[in-house]
């Protein structure tokens, strides 16, 4: 797929997509085979539980709030205006642990198949679905810790 010129305006996804991932909103507003780029609304108490993507960078830039994320290993707090980098197989996860919505805008490069990803977890209700879904798509979730 190749990369095409416009704007997608403010507040809106790419033809008007809007999925609903967990209790998350996202929005993709860039897609092309380099790179996927997704606005993100978390309310409190949200979250994306530790995982890995073997085969892609990702990178966050919280907009509104703050996250609190465990980055290989480390536990660390990310809030407005800051950039969190999140390299190919380095295990992370997300949560908002505050009592405000958290507005992020995220991106993955190259874009494989976390698109598609997304379109077949939209309003599915049952994490563990969302965990194998997410595997056939070459994001792995990671056990609970023991």
């Not at 809030?79 to 642990?97: E, Q, T």
């Not at 698109?115 to 070459?138: C, M, Q, S």
Request: hydrophobic fraction near 40%; glycine fraction near 10%; proline fraction near 9%.
């Amino acid at each position: 797929m190749n990369e095409t010129a416009g704007i997608t305006w403010a507040g809106e996804g790419l033809d008007g997509i809007v999925w609903n991932i967990l209790g998350q909103t996202y929005k993709p507003v860039q897609h092309c085979a380099e790179s996927f780029a997704f606005d993100t609304l978390f309310p409190p108490g949200t979250f994306v539980p530790p995982h890995i993507h073997p085969t892609q960078h990702e990178y966050i830039r919280v907009l509104e709030g703050t996250f609190d994320l465990m980055l290989g290993g480390s536990e660390l707090t990310a809030s407005a205006g800051d950039l969190i980098r999140m390299p190919m197989g380095i295990p992370h996860g997300i949560w908002n642990k505050t009592g405000s919505n958290v507005r992020a805008l995220f991106w993955v490069s190259p874009a494989l198949r976390l698109y598609d990803l997304f379109t077949k977890i939209h309003n599915v209700a049952d994490p563990g679905e969302v965990v194998r879904l997410a595997a056939l798509h070459e994001v792995d979730f990671l056990p609970p810790p023991g």
